[in-house]
Each structure stands twice: as structure tokens, then as C-alpha cells.
């Protein structure tokens, strides 16, 4: 099941090899087999026009080139198209609401100050996305080792810790 802005689930499609879309932020996308073979960040980035994902490492390292596959996090720039087709990828930009009403965590990280340069931003909040999809009301601790593959190098991660666990408390709450 995959999860929308509101957090309320939607039916992830079935993967088969003859499946050859993928849905992306809500919207089913047929994909060419010549973008089979490229990494899905190319794709997004060039074909849909999503930038929102970063690609800062080019190997997977970094973390700011995460996005969901079927709600678990996932780094873009080392995945290719092929082995997600048929699935249902979240993207920064599928994570505010319908009405443009952005999603309790993307606030959270804009009240504690957890934006500063704002590269590694997407991966964060995608990432912390997941955890609180699988763990509404996570731990410091629990929030700490969710990030730990995520790498920022402007906050120092304290702010970032701060806005996860703001968002939780303002989801749980329903904020």
C-alpha cells in the first residue's frame, strides 16, 4: 500500500514483467523501453521534469536522490527504471497536499529550521516520510538511525531530529 499526502493508502499496482508504467505522485506513467536501461532519476528529471530529487553522489552514497518505491526509501540515481517497474514511486513533489497545503513534515522542517541550504532536503523528508508511514510516533533515537544514510551537510542534523519529531507529534495529533 502506498501512502498520499494525507496519509490514507492507496492500492500499490501489481509488478509483472509485462507491466511497463510506473505511477508517479498518484499519476500512472507508461515508460518507454528505451528509459528501461537509465536510472530513475534520469527519468524523473528529464522525462516528467521533477527536479525536486537531487543527485548529489552519482552512487548512492548521499541520500539526496531518495524518493519512495512502494513506500520504502529508495536512491534514485542508482536504481534503474527496469527493476521498479510496476510500482508506485513518491517524489517531493507528490508529498504536499492536492491543494498545495504542504504535508505536516515539509512544515515541521520549515519551523525547526531544518532547511538551511536545502540540497539534501527532499531525500530528508522522503526518508522521514517512511519512517513515520511505518512508526507514527518514532524516538530520537528511532528518527536518528531512519536518517543516519542521509547526508546533510549544513544543520548538523539536530534541527532535522527536531522538525521528524514536530511533524509526528502534529500527525498523530491530526494538525
Known amino acids: 500500500m502506498t501512502?498520499?499526502?494525507?496519509?490514507?493508502?492507496v492500492k500499490t499496482p501489481q509488478q509483472t514483467v509485462e507491466n511497463k508504467t510506473l505511477v508517479i505522485n498518484g499519476k500512472s506513467h507508461t515508460i518507454a523501453e528505451d528509459w528501461y536501461d537509465?536510472?530513475?532519476?534520469?527519468?524523473?528529471?528529464?522525462?516528467?521534469?521533477?527536479?525536486?530529487?537531487?543527485?548529489?553522489?552519482?552512487?548512492?552514497?548521499?541520500?539526496?536522490?531518495?524518493?519512495?518505491?512502494?513506500?520504502?526509501?529508495?536512491?534514485?540515481?542508482?536504481?534503474?527504471?527496469?527493476?521498479?517497474?510496476?510500482?508506485?514511486?513518491?517524489?517531493?513533489e507528490g508529498v504536499a497536499r492536492?491543494?498545495?497545503?504542504?504535508h505536516p513534515l515539509q512544515q515541521a522542517f520549515?519551523?525547526?529550521?531544518?532547511?538551511?541550504?536545502?540540497?539534501?532536503?527532499?531525500?530528508?523528508?522522503?526518508?522521514?516520510?517512511a519512517l513515520l508511514l511505518s512508526n507514527p510516533n518514532p524516538s530520537r533515537d528511532e528518527i536518528r538511525?531512519?536518517?543516519a544514510a542521509?547526508?546533510?551537510?549544513?544543520?548538523g542534523y539536530q534541527q532535522i531530529i527536531d522538525a521528524v519529531e514536530l511533524a509526528a507529534s502534529w500527525i498523530t495529533n491530526n494538525k
Open 110 to 129: 520549515l519551523d525547526a529550521g531544518a532547511v538551511q541550504c536545502g540540497y539534501c532536503t527532499p531525500g530528508m523528508i522522503l526518508t522521514a516520510y
Open 98 to 102: 492536492s491543494d498545495g497545503t504542504l
Open 38 to 92: 537509465k536510472n530513475l532519476i534520469k527519468y524523473l528529471r528529464e522525462e516528467l521534469n521533477l527536479k525536486g530529487t537531487k543527485n548529489g553522489c552519482h552512487i548512492g552514497a548521499c541520500g539526496a536522490c531518495t524518493v519512495l518505491i512502494n513506500n520504502r526509501p529508495r536512491r534514485s540515481c542508482i536504481t534503474p527504471v527496469r527493476k521498479v517497474l510496476g510500482s508506485n514511486v513518491l517524489t517531493i
Open 150 to 155: 542521509n547526508i546533510c551537510r549544513c544543520t
Open 3 to 9: 501512502q498520499k499526502a494525507d496519509h490514507k493508502p
Open 145 to 147: 538511525k531512519a536518517l
